[in-house]
């Protein structure tokens, strides 16, 4: 069985500094790893898809990696902003099952 | 919100009562499905589907049937509802099978059991 890990749970940091989120799952045979972002009340919004093929996917100022060999992923944001705070969960679609998440991680991005 | 519309948004309800929660969609996907989320577990998948009449049951499944006789509405029905279900329930979709498309959720539906 499939399980997504998240870590730290949460973190703040200052405005302008880079960071990097933390996601890692037990089953490396992975069709894709999704990266989302949430907002207290609201639904997730997908940030970025990383193909089991691909090692990394841009967007602005977000890069996401794939290492599927040792189960990991990393999310980076760069410069951030307080508009950055926000829970950010990492998901995996492997197997016949449709997409397994993780806990997720709570950002916060102080001015 | 690609075109994902959940109702209600919240919903008080009494144990042992029926309860069907509504996902509209308006972008035709093929594919949508129904998360739970709670403090301490994440979203958890209750039930998909992959089609007119054609659903298939995901990891906390138990106490929840689905319908879906159009392509745009996904109804989640809790049979009996209990207070353990009490949660914020979420409908995603998706255009092709997740493979190689990413999922696109409503707002959530906020059901208190009391």
């Known amino acids: 069985k499939q399980e997504v890990t998240q870590i730290p749970a949460a973190l703040s940091v200052p405005e302008g500094e880079n960071l990097v989120l933390n996601c890692s799952f037990t089953?490396?045979?992975?069709?894709?790893l999704q990266w989302f972002r949430q907002d207290p009340g609201k639904g997730l919004t997908s940030l970025l898809l990383?193909?089991?093929?691909?090692r990394e996917q841009t967007s602005g100022r977000l890069n996401a990696s794939l290492d599927k060999s040792s189960g990991r992923s990393t999310l980076y944001i760069a410069a951030s902003q307080p508009g950055d705070s926000a829970t950010y969960l990492c998901?995996?679609?492997?197997?016949?099952?449709?997409?397994?998440f993780g806990k997720g991680t709570r950002l916060s991005v102080i001015a | 919100d690609a075109g994902i519309t959940q109702s209600p948004r919240h919903k008080v309800t009494e144990t042992g009562t029926p309860v069907t929660l509504r996902c509209h969609q308006t972008?035709?996907?093929?594919?949508m499905y129904w998360y739970r989320q709670d403090p301490g577990h994440g979203l958890r998948l209750i039930h998909y589907?992959?089609?007119?009449?054609?659903?298939d049951k995901g990891e906390v499944s138990d106490g929840y049937s689905v319908s879906r006789s159009k392509t745009e509405d996904f109804l989640l029905t809790l049979e009996s509802a209990t207070s353990s279900q009490t949660s914020v329930y979420f409908c995603?979709?998706?255009?092709?099978?997740?493979?190689?498309?990413?999922?696109?959720f409503g707002n959530g539906t906020r059901l208190t059991v009391t």
């Open positions: 995603a979709i998706s255009p092709r099978e997740g493979r190689d498309s990413p999922l696109h």
């Open positions: 089953d490396s045979a992975i069709y894709n």
């Open positions: 990383i193909q089991s093929s691909q």
């Open positions: 998901a995996v679609h492997s197997g016949n099952t449709p997409l397994v």
């Open positions: 972008e035709n996907h093929r594919y």
């Open positions: 589907s992959y089609g007119v009449k054609d659903t």
